[in-house]
């Protein structure tokens, strides 16, 4: 193979969707994470396509050396790693919720990028474009019913800035594309055409930071987001200490239009990510 991509989590809808973009681009791509029934369902789907699909857990450092001495043996020198890993998590009140949750969602969606990291970032190619981690909602602000998620994405936040610092001494790039809610429908039996869309924009995304990290030091973290931003909402809360009695006068004086418009949208998107328990809304999103 030529320099290709590593995907990590390929079986998933977000992994999907990065090989799918890799594959648009015409990169070639070393998919892990499939079963062979979705082995076989990528050959199918892009039959000229130079992709490999490898059946490979990792779950451990050993599962993680493993896969790196399979990529060692396969031969192709690797441009980059996308590493979409996590798993499903019921929802529930952190408080209420027995140790072995929290301990679940960690080993789940933290531990495994930093054992694929410790095992592949040595193995890029000189002149990589370097390494992308893909997180979950709820690292910046709390995620009403899945505390536990919530915890371990700003756990990996924080990992990412560590290995990012790490990286960067030996001129190599981490970086990690934090999505601002969940992929709806994903976790479906067949994903929604919705879902798969989604997937490839947040594919196409990761790509795009991996070309623009090239001869660069990129920042840390990426917060993707096609919905209001938390900047935008927490500007409007700092202003509603001020606002309220103008907006008091303003009804004494007949006149409900206060507020401008976008300050009433953030009000809106934020009361509406409070009230649903399953979706964290647009609070996820950080610019850096």
């Given amino acids: 193979m030529p320099r290709a991509l590593v995907v990590l989590g390929a079986g998933g809808v977000v992994g999907r969707g990065v090989v799918e973009a890799a594959v648009e681009a015409g990169q070639a791509v070393v998919a892990v994470g499939l079963d062979e029934t979705a082995r076989l369902a990528l050959v199918a789907r892009h039959p000229t396509a130079d992709v490999v699909a490898l059946a490979a857990p990792i779950a451990s450092d050993a599962d993680a050396a493993a896969l790196a001495t399979r990529l060692r043996t396969l031969g192709p020198a690797i441009d980059g790693v996308v590493a979409s890993l996590a798993g499903e998590h019921p929802c529930g009140r952190l408080i209420d919720e027995p140790a072995e949750v929290l301990q679940r969602a960690l080993d789940q969606d933290l531990l495994p990028h930093l054992f694929a990291a410790r095992h592949l970032l040595p193995l890029l190619s000189p002149g990589a474009a370097g390494y992308v981690l893909i997180g979950g ?50 976790r479906e039996a067949q994903p929604t055409a919705g879902a798969s869309d989604k997937a490839l924009a947040v594919g196409r995304r990761a790509l795009s930071m991996l070309d623009a990290a090239r001869g660069s030091r990129p920042a840390p973290i990426l917060d993707y987001s096609d919905a209001m931003t938390s900047q935008v909402i927490a500007e409007a809360t700092a202003r509603a200490p001020s606002s309220r009695p103008a907006l008091a006068r303003g009804r004494r004086a007949g006149n409900d239009a206060v507020l401008p418009a976008r300050d009433l949208r953030a009000a809106r998107a934020l009361l509406d990510s409070i009230v649903s328990p399953t979706s964290p809304g647009s609070l996820h999103d950080e610019h850096r």
């Fill in 137 to 186: 909602p709820g690292g910046r602000y709390p995620w009403a019913g899945y505390g536990h998620c919530s915890i371990a994405a700003a756990a990996l936040r924080m990992m990412a800035r560590v290995l990012h610092d790490e990286a960067a001494r030996h001129g190599q790039r981490v970086q990690l594309l934090s999505l601002d809610a969940p992929v709806a429908g994903a």
